[in-house]
């Protein structure tokens, strides 16, 4: 009996109606370009979600394929296969999920079952093996570059202890040989372990320091000679794009890179300051960067509010906060609930932070003159139904944003203030007035990011009498609080991820009318309160009451001092 032929991953995607034949013949066009598997490509277009393309392969003959070239080497996963069985099986470990016990390793050939299985008993048989394909050349290269090179950091400070001089044309490669490229990327790949936010380097004068924001709070994490930061900053200026011979002006960059199969981003950011270059990453997880609406961890007022204000075909929504409280985050979650191909989403961004798909987003230009308000003229020419500005800085931005709204679009946009109803006024600030202001915003979400309790050491206690009036209980409860107290799994901080709280702001008729007749923002927020309104000293004090947080990281992120008056 011949054998079956195989079906192909297109045909397989279209039958399931997964895809379209648009979708298909265009992604078709991509990979003739490009060179690369089909399935990549679909993937890369947004046709189609990585997961459920994983789903689809396993019933036909194809493959995912990884580009082992940009991929950095992670120490600990490699350690999990003995580098001579590596190189006698010709397969690499390149990521490992602990939660699903699953190691995905590159080899040439995914359908050889002899590799899997040895691979198996060596490291174990309760750890499940992902194949996944790759060239043998590349392959190759990638056995000499992760198990070739000493990759942990201190080792690599070793070697560069016994090496002259740099040149920067050595900095200038693709590949990780030099101590210097493996050392940058060491400290992306750790940073990125440490799930932290942001990559400080400070030079001082006789030293350069390195600090990682985790959980929202600067931690330093190494102090290191200065003559090492002068080819650490050449190197980083080099794979982000910029000018490696400009120190005298503020640049920006990007990096773009694969920790195993995970794909992350690095906004690159460089001051001149007194002892040298300041050079400040912002760690984009494209995975984290777009939370379901469902998993924002709502109460079910908030969740019924928010999704009200989503219904509205027209208006502005509105998110404030300060700087790194999740804003964006949040306005993604939004636009991603509402991305169908019967609605036209477009953005302008200060700069573009996760890629979307099926949404065109655009980055504020300043060579071109570009800001916000000429940035909106522009989108409004392009039919959109839904747009996206990055901020709301001064009256022109205002006033387009308003126009916008008051043509028949939905537009999101943010705000810097202390809390939902502060927004009123500083729109007036800016010019807005209060008869365009009527009717024309849907809602205000004030958010800040609250660190959690490590679930590991937290330490229970009974609240003291302050604790109780900031609670809003009578002293006589005593109801049971946890503090920090730190354990090696939460780096000896007490804290391990963190959540946000937000104050979610519908306006209804009656505010509406507050509004027009300039009421203060105590009449407003007493008569939202009224209806139902939670500020963020109420959401923050039930995650302290049920133990997700502590009454001290609280007092940290939000006033608590008017509760002492109730």
Same mark, same amino acid.
């Given at each position: 009996?011949?054998p079956t032929k195989p079906v192909r991953l297109g045909d397989l995607l279209l039958a399931e109606g997964i895809i379209t034949q648009d979708q298909l013949d265009i992604a078709l066009i991509e990979q003739k370009a490009s060179g690369e598997q089909l399935?990549?490509?679909?993937?890369?277009?947004?046709?189609?979600?990585?997961?459920?393309?994983?789903? $689809?392969?396993?019933?036909?003959?194809?493959?995912?394929?990884?580009?082992?070239?940009?991929?950095? &080497?992670?120490?600990?996963?490699?350690?999990?296969?003995?580098?001579?069985?590596?190189?006698?099986?010709?397969?690499?470990?390149? #990521?490992?999920?602990?939660?699903?016990?699953?190691?995905?390793?590159?080899?040439?050939?995914?359908?050889?079952?002899?590799?899997?299985?040895?691979? #198996?008993?060596?490291?174990?048989?309760?750890?499940?093996?992902?194949?996944?394909?790759?060239?043998?050349?590349?392959?190759?290269?990638?056995?000499?570059?992760?198990?070739?090179?000493?990759?942990?950091?201190?080792?690599?400070? !070793?070697?560069?202890? $016994?090496?002259?001089?740099?040149?920067?044309?050595?900095?200038?490669?693709?590949?990780?040989?030099?101590?210097?490229?493996?050392?940058?990327?060491?400290?992306?790949?750790?940073?990125?372990?440490?799930?932290?936010?942001?990559?400080?380097?400070?030079?001082?004068?006789?030293?350069?320091?390195?600090?990682?924001?985790?959980?929202?709070?600067?931690?330093?994490?190494?102090?290191?000679? $200065?003559?090492?930061?002068?080819?650490?900053?050449?190197?980083?200026?080099?794979?982000?794009?910029?000018?490696? #011979? +400009?120190?005298?002006?503020?640049?920006?960059?990007?990096?773009?890179?694969?920790?195993?199969?995970?794909?992350?981003?690095?906004?690159?950011?460089?001051?001149?300051?007194?002892?040298? +270059?300041?050079?400040?990453?912002?760690?984009?997880?494209?995975?984290?960067?777009?939370?379901?609406?469902?998993?924002?961890?709502?109460?079910?007022?908030?969740?019924?509010?928010?999704?009200?204000?989503?219904?509205?075909?027209?208006?502005?929504?509105?998110?404030?906060?300060?700087?790194?409280?999740?804003?964006?985050?949040?306005?993604?979650?939004?636009?991603?609930?509402?991305?169908?191909?019967?609605?036209?989403?477009?953005?302008?961004?200060?700069?573009?932070?996760?890629?979307?798909?099926?949404?065109?987003?655009?980055?504020?230009?300043? #060579?071109?003159?570009?800001?916000?308000?000429?940035?909106?003229?522009?989108?409004?020419?392009?039919?959109?139904?839904?747009?996206?500005?990055?901020?709301?800085?001064?009256?022109?931005t205002a006033t387009m944003a308003f126009r916008a709204a008051m043509t028949g679009h939905k537009v999101f946009s943010t705000l810097h203030t202390n809390s939902a109803v502060a927004s009123f006024a500083r729109l007036q600030d800016i010019g807005v007035?209060?008869?365009?202001?009527?009717?024309?915003?849907?809602?205000?979400?004030?958010? !800040?990011?609250?660190?959690?309790?490590?679930?590991?050491?937290?330490?229970?206690?009974?609240?003291?009498?302050?604790?109780?009036?900031?609670?809003?209980?009578?002293?006589?409860?005593? &109801?049971?609080?946890? !503090?920090?107290?730190?354990?090696? !799994?939460?780096?000896?901080?007490?804290?391990?991820?963190?959540?946000?709280?937000?104050?979610?702001?519908?306006?209804?008729?009656?505010l509406d009318n507050l509004i027009a007749r300039g009421a203060t923002p105590h009449e407003i927020e007493r008569q939202a309160v009224a209806h139902g309104f939670r500020t963020l000293a109420d959401e923050g004090i039930v995650k302290v009451a049920d133990?997700?947080?502590?009454?001290?990281?609280?007092?940290?992120?939000?006033?608590?001092?008017?509760?002492?008056?109730?």
């Open positions: 009996m011949p399935g990549r490509v679909l993937v890369k277009l947004g046709f189609v979600d990585a997961e459920v393309l994983r789903d $689809q392969l396993g019933q036909s003959l194809q493959q995912v394929s990884l580009n082992l070239k940009q991929i950095l &080497p992670d120490p600990s996963v490699l350690a999990m296969v003995d580098k001579a069985l590596a190189r006698e099986l010709k397969a690499v470990p390149v #990521a490992f999920n602990a939660g699903k016990n699953l190691l995905t390793v590159a080899m040439v050939d995914t359908f050889d079952i002899r590799i899997i299985d040895r691979l #198996a008993a060596a490291i174990g048989n309760t750890v499940q093996i992902e194949p996944a394909l790759s060239s043998e050349t590349d392959l190759e290269e990638a056995l000499d570059r992760f198990y070739g090179f000493d990759l942990s950091i201190d080792g690599i400070l !070793r070697e560069l202890e $016994q090496i002259g001089k740099i040149d920067a044309d050595e900095l200038n490669r693709t590949e990780n040989t030099h101590p210097m490229i493996r050392l940058v990327d060491s400290l992306l790949l750790d940073a990125v372990k440490r799930e932290a936010s942001d990559i400080h380097f400070e030079p001082e004068e006789k030293y350069l320091r390195i600090r990682y924001r985790i959980d929202g709070v600067l931690r330093q994490i190494r102090s290191l000679h $200065q003559k090492f930061w002068s080819p650490m900053a050449v190197r980083l200026k080099v794979i982000s794009g910029m000018d490696i #011979a +400009e120190t005298r002006l503020p640049q920006d960059g990007r990096i773009s890179l694969s920790i195993g199969t995970h794909e992350i981003d690095f906004r690159v950011a460089s001051q001149p300051t007194l002892h040298g +270059e300041n050079i400040v990453l912002r760690i984009l997880d494209r995975k984290k960067g777009i939370v379901p609406l469902d998993k924002l961890q709502l109460n079910q007022h908030a969740f019924t509010q928010l999704h009200l204000m989503l219904a509205r075909p027209e208006g502005i929504i509105l998110v404030t906060g300060p700087t790194g409280s999740g804003k964006t985050t949040t306005l993604y979650s939004m636009l991603n609930h509402l991305n169908t191909e019967s609605v036209n989403i477009m953005t302008l961004e200060d700069p573009v932070e996760y890629p979307m798909a099926m949404i065109r987003q655009s980055s504020l230009n300043p #060579a071109l003159k570009m800001d916000f308000a000429g940035g909106i003229r522009s989108l409004m020419r392009q039919d959109p139904d839904i747009i996206l500005v990055g901020e709301i800085r001064d009256g022109d007035q209060n008869s365009i202001l009527t009717s024309n915003i849907v809602g205000i979400i004030a958010q !800040r990011l609250i660190r959690k309790l490590c679930s590991h050491c937290k330490q229970a206690y009974d609240a003291d009498d302050l604790e109780c009036r900031l609670l809003g209980l009578a002293p006589a409860s005593r &109801p049971t609080l946890y !503090r920090a107290q730190g354990c090696e !799994r939460c780096g000896r901080t007490g804290y391990k991820g963190r959540m946000a709280i937000m104050e979610i702001l519908r306006i209804d008729a009656g133990g997700s947080t502590s009454l001290d990281e609280l007092s940290r992120i939000v006033d608590l001092t008017h509760r002492l008056a109730l």
